[in-house]
C-alpha cells in the first residue's frame, strides 16, 4: 500500500478564497482524521470518521470548515472562505479498527502546507 | 480527561549516548499506545506501537516500555545518531472514543556529531 495519500503537498491561496484538501485513506482502514498543526497550538484533531460516517467534529474550530467521505477510499476538507489564520499544516491519518493492527497502526500522511494570504 | 505530557521537551546529546524519553498519561484505560517520529516539515512517522497487554516493543535500537497502571510509556534509543534528531511523540489510544488518539506535545531531541 503506498500509505495516506494527500493532495496538494502545498497550497498557497488568497484571503476569502475556497480551498479544498484530498485525502486517500489506506485501503482497510475504517477511520479517518483530519489534523491542523502549528507551532503555536501544535497537533490539533479536527474532525474523524469511522466507516465514512462523521463521529466527532467537535474540533472544527467554525463553520468555514466542512470535511466529507463519500466513500472508503476518499475525504475532503473544505474551507471556505479562507482567513490567513487558517495557515497551518493539515494532516489527514487513518487507521484500523482496534483489533486489526495486523493491517498497520494509525498512519499519517505527508501533509498539505496551507498558506493564506 | 485523558492528558498526554511528554518531557523534557526538548533534549541535546552526543552522538553515541544512549537516551530515554518520558510519556505520562492521566487515564490508564486505553487500548495502546503509539510512538511517532517527525522531522521539520515532514508528516508523522509511527515508530512503535503498544498494544495495552503489552509491556514492550523493540524496532533496531528503540525500545518503548509501557506501564498501564502507573501511567507511564518511555522510549529507549541506543547509540544515537545524528540522524536521530526530531521530535518524538507520544498518543494514547482510549478506550470508548471512537479510535481517537491523544498527542502529547512532543520531545525535541538533538544529537550532536
Not at chain 1, 77 to 83: D, M, N, T, V, Y
Not at chain 2, 6 to 14: F, N, T
Not at chain 2, 39 to 58: A, F, V
Not at chain 2, 104 to 111: A, I, P
Amino acid at each position: 500500500d503506498a500509505g495516506v495519500i494527500q493532495s496538494p503537498r502545498h497550497e498557497v491561496t488568497e484571503m476569502g478564497q475556497e480551498v479544498t484538501l484530498r485525502c486517500k485513506p489506506i485501503s482497510g482502514h475504517d477511520y479517518l482524521f483530519w489534523y491542523r498543526q502549528t507551532m503555536m497550538r501544535g497537533l490539533e484533531l479536527l474532525i474523524y470518521f469511522n466507516n465514512n460516517v462523521p463521529i466527532d467534529d467537535s474540533g472544527m474550530p467554525e463553520d468555514r470548515f466542512s470535511a466529507k467521505m463519500p466513500n472508503a477510499s476518499f475525504s475532503t476538507l473544505k474551507i471556505q472562505p479562507s482567513e490567513p489564520r487558517d495557515s497551518a499544516v493539515y494532516f489527514c491519518a487513518s487507521s484500523p479498527h482496534p483489533g486489526q493492527e495486523d493491517l498497520g497502526g494509525y498512519t499519517f500522511g505527508s501533509g498539505t502546507r496551507l498558506t493564506v494570504v | 480527561k485523558q492528558e498526554v505530557t511528554q518531557i523534557p521537551a526538548a533534549l541535546s546529546v552526543p552522538e553515541g549516548e544512549n537516551l530515554v524519553l518520558n510519556c505520562s498519561f492521566t487515564d490508564s484505560a486505553i487500548y495502546n499506545l503509539q510512538w511517532f517520529r517527525q522531522d521539520p516539515g515532514k508528516g508523522l512517522t509511527s515508530l512503535l506501537l503498544i498494544q495495552s497487554s503489552q509491556r514492550e516493543q523493540t524496532s533496531g535500537r528503540l525500545n518503548a516500555s509501557l506501564d498501564k497502571s502507573s501511567g507511564r510509556s518511555t522510549l529507549y534509543i541506543a547509540a544515537s545518531q545524528p540522524g536521530d534528531s526530531a521530535t518524538y511523540l507520544c498518543a494514547v489510544r482510549p478506550n470508548n472514543q471512537g479510535g481517537k488518539l491523544i498527542f502529547g506535545q512532543g520531545t525535541e531531541l538533538s544529537v550532536k556529531p
